[in-house]
T-cell receptor
Framework: DAKTTQPTSMDCAEGRAANLPCNHS???????VYWYRQIHSQGPQYIIH???NNETNEMASLIITEDRKSSTLILPHATLRDTAVYYC???????????FGAGTILRVKS | EAGVVQSPRYKIIEKKQPVAFWCNPI?????LYWYLQNLGQGPELLIR????????DSQLPKDRFSAERLKGVDSTLKIQPAELGDSAVYLC???????????????????FGPGTRLTVL
């Protein structure tokens, strides 16, 4: 599975959009981009995933560049409860193995 | 619907003692995972079960760690004897089995429990 690079930490004002970047320059054609988050003292929680098209669900939007070498997770209206570690993971289509990096600590501030 | 249940939530033991963690996956999920999470790092897979079969245990330190999933439902992870470096959070996750054979995503979301925080003194 391809490696990902994320900033160590980010701050965001409450009510504003949080844009979390992820670089995955070695991603191959059969690999998806997944995002999980982990709130303090909880297990990771699935957010969204995509292959090459932009995706949106009730939690977030995922924007993948045309060359697929990077992506951005967007939380449209961040709340204090969105403070968490956000993991960007690249995974092959088949199999269910997730390889987590250190992730990005997002701090939403009032 | 109940999520993944783990117990205990916290455990403090002295080094060289044995310890066991228990996990009850979401009903109907035949795939079960144990992860280790050190402070400030992401989770690392220890072992993955498909029903009662361990299909990926390559990262499990087999000299002191063992796991079982009798009857393909609940699972237990054991450390014997524990060392200071084993202090970490042990996470259990479950999912439906992955499927393969087509161009569409075969991903089945992994649902994580809250973890057991182990402190070895």
């Amino acid at each position: 599975d391809a490696k990902t690079t994320q900033p160590t930490s980010m701050d965001c004002a409450e009510g504003r959009a949080a844009n979390l970047p992820c670089n995955h320059s070695t991603i191959s054609g059969n690999e998806y981009v997944y995002w999980y988050r982990q709130i303090h003292s909880q297990g990771p929680q699935y957010i969204i995933h995509g292959l090459k098209n932009n995706e949106t669900n009730e939690m977030a939007s995922l924007i993948i560049t045309e060359d697929r070498k990077s992506s951005t997770l967007i939380l449209p209206h961040a709340t204090l409860r969105d403070t968490a570690v956000y993991y960007c993971i690249v995974r092959a289509v088949y199999g269910n193995k997730l390889v987590f990096g250190a992730g990005t600590i997002l701090r939403v501030k009032s | 619907e109940a999520g993944v249940v783990q117990s205990p939530r916290y455990k403090i033991i002295e080094k060289k003692q044995p310890v066991a963690f228990w996990c009850n996956p979401i009903s109907g999920h035949n795939t079960l995972y144990w992860y280790l999470q050190n402070l400030g790092q992401g989770p690392e897979l220890l072992i993955r079960y498909e029903n009662e079969e361990a299909v990926d245990d390559s990262q499990l330190p087999k000299d002191r760690f063992s796991a079982e999933r009798l009857k393909g439902v609940d699972s237990t992870l054991k450390i014997q004897p524990a060392e200071l470096g084993d202090s970490a959070v042990y996470l259990c996750a479950s999912s439906l089995a992955p499927t393969s054979g087509g161009p569409q995503s075969s991903y089945n979301e992994q649902f994580f429990g809250p973890g057991t925080r182990l402190t070895v003194l």
